[in-house]
């Protein structure tokens, strides 16, 4: 556990009592949030085509993003979409540091903007709380901590039922809600479980998500450097610190700071900002907001504590685009060109051909030679689809062995069929021909078949 979450004397977790500065930036995160929170909460129930706008069903292995349906058969896609989100992560992370934890972490809007507010509503500010978990235990405090944890069960539990529409879809979720539930005892199960997970975090757990458990804290260390905007404090201007006189000294010179120690004490994660960049930082920009209301107090010019890089303050450099910003950059715009080329050209049924291995061709009656062949179709849509198999010469006919039948939504289905070519079509060794999966007459694929005959030249 870090510096900033240990009472360094008992070597026990310090709890957290940030204080709150509604700043031009936090103004702005609430702006943030607020947007977050609507699309959370209504997403599984908004429809783009009738589909959900994100579904994560991996029970049914059912994924849809933007209305868009995909099944395990697009795997390469997840796989290339998780790459681009890294190596967007790096570039964010180079260029800004770790802005994306503050600003759009579910685990920061929820804590700071939800379970906070409410927790201030119901117990008060920072000051009134810390004074209340350390009185005794009256009436007054009994009412207000458990009317407080009644709150955070009843958020987590619409948290965990909206979370798990993302997982099962809306409509599932609905079942569960208004059916008995002797009839889904593994929904409602689930629904609890999650219920208790996300109130263990934001009651109990809460910054430590953020500086122990997460990963992507120690990540930002090996990955930002000199050039990196971070929340920083202005040393040079800031230094040597110290309390505000009334008649200052000419001869003793200050810097701007007057260390109030208001920056820490608004810290959701308690670190002294002063002190550098720290993993625990998450670059709230609650130490800013802070930082600027004392500098117009005392006719001092804001950011004192802003966006800064190592260069900036040091050397008087100007924010740049770096050569290894730009290499990020490239790697991005071609992977999201693939991706989205990927994407575009996708078909919701896709055929796959591939003639018998280790088998001649035979002769049929009427003058026909003729190949086997194995094929599956893969249907990727969210319907069952009856299709076609076509071929653009009409003097090739298709004999089939197994016949396809209906293939279900998001199912597969194989077959076997022959290619009867006539004799005296056959000219060459190995012949291509071209097969067309049709559906409702509009050809969605083509492929080539190699058919082996005899040369009649």
């Known amino acids: 556990m870090t510096d900033a979450t240990l009472d360094n004397r008992e070597g026990k977790r310090k709890w957290m009592y940030p204080l709150l500065r509604a700043g031009i930036y936090y103004k702005w995160r609430s702006a943030i949030s607020y947007v977050y929170l609507i699309f959370f909460f209504a997403g599984p129930f908004l429809r783009i085509n ?9 029970m049914d292995r059912q994924f849809v993003l933007l209305g868009q349906v995909f099944w395990p058969q697009d795997i390469f896609l997840f796989v290339l979409a998780t790459l681009v989100f890294l190596v967007c992560v790096v570039l964010f992370t180079i260029a800004f540091g770790r802005i994306f934890c503050g600003w759009i972490c579910p685990q920061t809007i929820f804590m700071e903007m939800v379970f906070r507010k409410v927790e201030t509503w119901i117990e008060g500010d920072a000051n009134t709380r810390k004074k209340l978990d350390a009185g005794p235990w009256t009436n007054n405090k009994i009412y207000k901590k458990t009317a407080k944890h009644i709150a955070f069960l009843l958020i987590s539990f619409l948290i965990a039922n909206t979370f798990l529409a993302y997982l099962i879809g809306s409509a599932s979720l609905i079942k569960i809600i208004i059916e008995p539930v002797n009839l889904h005892w593994v929904g409602f199960f689930s629904i609890w479980v999650f219920t208790f997970i996300f109130y263990a975090v934001y009651s109990q757990v809460r910054e430590l998500v953020c500086t122990v458990i997460c990963p992507y804290g120690r990540l930002q260390t090996v990955l930002i450097d000199k050039n990196t905007l971070v929340v ?10 110290g309390k505000l006189e009334r008649n200052p000294n000419p001869l003793n010179l200050k810097g701007d700071c007057v260390d109030c120690g208001l920056c820490v004490s608004v810290c959701p994660t308690g670190i002294d900002i002063r002190e550098g960049t720290q993993l625990e930082c998450i670059n709230c920009t609650m130490c800013i907001d802070a930082c600027d209301e004392v500098m117009d107090k005392i006719h001092k010019p804001r950011n004192l504590i802003g966006f800064y890089s190592e260069n900036m303050i040091h050397s008087k450099q100007k924010p740049s685009f770096t050569a290894r910003m ?7 715009v071609v992977m999201i060109s693939v991706l989205s080329y990927f994407i575009l050209s996708r078909s919701d049924m896709n055929i796959t051909v591939m003639r018998g291995a280790g088998m001649l061709y035979q002769q049929q009656t009427g003058g026909y030679i003729s190949n086997i062949y194995n094929a ?10 009856d299709f076609v198999i076509t071929t653009n010469d009409p003097a090739v006919k298709i004999k ?3 016949a396809p039948g209906k293939v279900a939504a998001g199912g597969s289905v194989k077959m076997m069929f022959f290619l009867m070519v006539p004799t005296a079509n056959i000219h060459t060794l190995k012949t291509d021909i071209k097969l067309n999966l049709t559906l409702n007459n509009k050809v969605l694929q083509t492929v080539s078949a190699t058919f082996v005959g005899p040369t009649n030249d």
């Not at 009738?50 to 991996?58: E, T």
């Not at 730009?326 to 991005?332: F, S």
């Open 326 to 332: 730009k290499g990020y950059t490239a790697v991005i």
């Open 50 to 58: 009738g589909q959900p706008l994100l579904l994560l069903n991996f």
């Open 376 to 385: 599956e179709v893969i249907n990727k849509s969210n319907t069952a689809r």
């Open 400 to 402: 089939y062995i197994q």
């Open 232 to 241: 920083a404090y202005n040393d040079v201007r800031g230094e040597p610190r």
